[in-house]
């Protein structure tokens, strides 16, 4: 494995287990896990949580998560998720292929079929197939954001061998701390751009990253978007662009930058649930998705 993608697991991972100790399911948490979305029952799985004793059919939240497209799984993602179902929804979160074992399109193929999933089957969990959100960070806003264009763009569409449910489009979504914004430079403090070199089957030529932005596929039917960062997001600076994409095509969509007070906000701060902002930040982006149910 490629000796960048092997630091960051490492690091990510021991971060993520020092954030997340001591959490555990909620007692108001149904959780259904293990599901299988693909045939690869490593990689193709997903869990699906709900609120105990909630009025059924409710609103669905599909997960995206995030990693640099080479760390990250349905695990590490489980608190965040089951916290958003607390919020009265039924969340999707999934495992999706990683680079450098399996590079681009396979993850943008597994979102899919996850949705694919979603629309066929959510409703057998409790969920509303009408009202289907979507949320990514990081990686995963910049995966939900080309999932979307997929959705609303057929002409780039026509560049995958594979494609979204048909006629579907996410109610609405949420892209935090996203990479909108893809790059090769030799820049070595720009890791974004190195990640490439384990992302993309060419490392980053001309036709990979046209396909792998975000910006030049976005149309007028891209879906209503809340699009987060915060002032300690190393991604901070790629928000305001698509925010101004979006309010030039006329696109439902809010901006909000987090933090501003004491310590910066850091990366996908959102995920932290002993975080009180992250608590603020979830409830505000659900009351958004709940303005179109």
Wanted: proline share 6%; aromatic share 12%; net charge negative.
């Amino acid at each position: 494995m490629h000796e960048l993608a092997m630091m960051i697991r490492q690091q990510f991972f021991e971060g993520d287990e020092i954030r997340d100790a001591g959490l555990t399911t909620p007692d108001d948490i149904e959780r259904f896990d293990d599901i299988a979305y693909g045939p690869d029952r490593k990689w193709q799985m997903l869990d699906a949580y709900r609120p105990k004793g909630a009025d059924l059919p409710l609103p669905v939240i599909v997960s995206v998560h995030g990693g640099g497209w080479v760390y990250g799984d349905k695990e590490r993602y489980q608190w965040y998720c089951m916290n958003l179902a607390q919020r009265g929804f039924v969340v999707v979160n999934f495992t999706y292929r990683l680079a450098p074992e399996f590079q681009f399109p396979a993850s943008m193929e597994d979102t899919c079929m996850v949705f694919q999933w979603t629309v066929d089957h959510i409703a057998e969990y409790g969920g509303d197939v009408e009202h289907i959100f979507a949320v990514g960070d990081s990686a995963g806003g910049h995966m939900l954001g080309l999932f979307c264009n997929m959705c609303t763009n057929p002409a780039y569409a026509a560049k995958f061998d594979f494609a979204p449910p048909a006629g579907f489009v996410p109610t609405a979504v949420a892209l935090n701390c996203g990479a909108f914004h893809i790059e090769v430079n030799d820049d070595p403090n720009d890791l974004t751009s190195a990640l490439m070199a384990d992302y993309l089957p060419n490392g980053g030529d001309e036709r990979e990253i046209e396909m792998v932005n975000v910006a030049p596929h976005v149309t007028v039917d891209f879906p209503p978007a809340y699009i987060m960062t915060c002032d300690g997001d190393f991604l901070h600076d790629a928000a305001e662009p698509l925010a101004k994409l979006l309010r030039e095509l006329k696109v439902c969509h809010e901006l909000h930058v987090y933090g501003g007070i004491g310590e910066p906000l850091g990366h996908v701060f959102h995920c932290n649930m002993k975080s009180e902002e992250a608590r603020r930040c979830n409830d505000e982006e659900c009351r958004f998705f709940m303005r179109f149910v």
